[in-house]
Nanobody, 117 residues
Framework: QVQLVESGGGLVQAGGSLRLSCAAS????????FGWYRQAPGKQRELVAV???????NYTGTVKGRFTISRDNAKNTVYLQMNSLKPEDTAVYYC???????????WGRGTQVTVSS
């Protein structure tokens, strides 16, 4: 089992920045891919960014160039640096971890990000 706890959300003005953190505990040796997802009111949860155990990253098109995902394997923590935030980035952001081989997936409880115009 893996437990994920997000932090760093909050209220920010458009153009501002936030840094989300997700601390993993438990069977962290089994984690292969970390991801950040978000869900806005009335919308489906969507992928924001993922990072593999080797550091390979991928982003959804709407955040490319503005968001950066990174991971510290020694601290079992994944980060999402969000710059140039827009009101449409407002959502609950969820941390996700997939086990190596993809057999298990884990979710955090989410952290609210609100961007005011």
């Amino acid at each position: 089992q893996v437990q994920l706890v997000e932090s760093g959300g909050g209220l920010v003005q458009a153009g501002g920045s936030l840094r989300l953190s997700c601390a993993a505990s438990g069977s962290t040796f089994s984690i292969g891919v970390f991801g950040w997802y978000r869900q806005a009111p009335g919308k489906q949860r969507e992928l924001v960014a993922v990072i593999s155990i080797l550091g390979t990253t991928n982003y959804t098109g709407t955040v490319k160039g503005r968001f950066t995902i990174s991971r510290d394997n020694a601290k079992n923590t994944v980060y999402l640096q969000m710059n140039s935030l827009k009101p449409e980035d407002t959502a609950v952001y969820y941390c996700n971890a997939d086990s190596i081989g993809g057999k298990w997936t884990y979710w955090g409880r989410g952290t609210q990000v609100t961007v005011s115009s």
